[in-house]
């Protein structure tokens, strides 16, 4: 099973809402072209390229209504491409009636909401270098991807909806030599295997950040006293990194609350710690819609290192860098977690807020 991409319900950004201290639609538009999304301009190119793009954006600001319009979002719309009209409110009535569409009003920093963490993995899998697997290694608790230069571990990921998974049958050895950006693209399928190795895949292309400072993501300087902090997972010692934290548990324990809980408690908290887990098992999009104005932080050596999650939500990606590969891929062989191979790498973060790495 593959799973499509969710249509976005048309959006009109209003001109007059684009102020200083905004940051720029453009650099938005900027950003997905930068990271491989392919984005269609009107009046700027030709309408019947729609169904070739990610995006249609439509200036409407910049001159008038286009010629091509209604067959460009024809063609849009009838393959699922994302529609996003920029213009002003004069205009909102007229386009609405014309093209029988009810757009959503956005803001410029409502944009990444929109687009929507959903689209997170795709961005990964585009961006995920076709380098040799020169290795493959299946533990108990943990995967490694490797190539000649880099190692992708990943949690092993178990149905959320108590059913077990249905068993897969994959030979390591089969995968040798296969590009990463193809084992990637089992990101577009549900929890299992096939998903788990594509998120190591993600990580072992992944360059190590130049700028990532150490720590395991679990201590906070900040502290909200009438906003609680949530944690999707329980970690070793939360008691003493994070008292008082409210832990919700696909498993829970006789002091924390089932995954079912997320609706009742991740909105509105003051602080979202997530274990990586969440994304091999597919269910981090739905906490990150929940987690509307919550900073979240994305903790564990499965974290993809990469600056481009900020932008679908995630303020801090507290992850690992392996230092001794033998070392940790023995541990996890012989079915080892973190508390054995941690000792051979580097526990590291970056944060939205740290300047940006040079590489």
């Not at 930068?34 to 793009?53: D, H, I, K, M, T």
């Not at 001159?63 to 067959?71: F, S």
């Not at 386009?95 to 959503?104: D, E, K, T, V």
Request: proline share 10%.
């Amino acid at each position: 099973m593959i799973f499509p991409l969710p249509r976005l319900q048309p959006g009109w950004l209003l001109s007059e809402t684009v102020e200083r201290e905004h940051p720029s639609f453009a650099a938005f538009l900027q950003r997905l072209s930068n990271n491989r999304w392919q984005v269609l301009r009107l009046p700027y190119a030709a309408p019947e390229f729609s169904r070739q793009s990610d995006l249609l954006f439509i200036d409407l600001a910049a001159a008038g209504i286009p010629d091509g319009l209604d067959e460009a979002v024809e063609n849009a719309l009838k393959n699922a491409v994302p529609v996003l009209f920029h213009g002003p409110a004069a205009l909102i009535t007229q386009i609405s009636r014309r093209l029988r569409l009810s757009p959503m009003l956005l803001k410029p920093d409502d944009l990444p909401r929109w687009w929507g963490p959903e689209r997170m993995d795709e961005e990964l899998i585009r961006n995920t270098p076709p380098l040799p697997v020169t290795s493959v290694t299946l533990g108990r608790y943990w995967a490694i991807v490797e190539t000649r230069g880099s190692m992708g571990l990943a949690s092993m990921a178990h149905s959320t909806s108590g059913i077990p998974d249905q068993p897969e049958t994959i030979d390591p050895q089969d995968l040798v030599g296969e590009p990463l950006s193809t084992l990637a693209e089992g990101l577009r399928t549900p929890v299992g295997l096939r998903r788990t190795l594509a998120c190591a895949a993600v990580n072992a292309g992944m360059a190590p950040p130049s700028n990532a400072l150490q720590g395991d993501g679990l201590l906070s300087g900040t502290v909200t006293p009438d906003r609680p902090t949530v944690i999707v997972g329980r970690f070793p010692a939360l008691q003493s990194k994070r008292p008082g934290a409210i832990v919700l548990e696909m498993s829970p324990g006789p002091e924390d609350l089932p995954a079912e809980a997320a609706p009742h408690v991740i909105p509105g908290a003051g602080d979202l710690v997530v274990t990586a887990s969440a994304w091999c098992n597919g269910t981090l999009s739905g906490l990150l819609r929940l987690a509307t104005n919550v900073p979240v932080t994305l903790v564990g050596p499965g974290t993809p290192l990469s600056p481009a999650l900020h932008a679908y939500g995630i303020k801090t990606l507290a992850g690992f860098i392996a230092i001794d590969r033998d070392a940790i891929r023995s541990v996890i062989a012989n079915g080892g977690g973190v508390k054995a191979f941690k000792e051979f790498g580097r526990q590291v973060l970056i944060s939205a807020e740290q300047p940006a790495s040079s590489q």
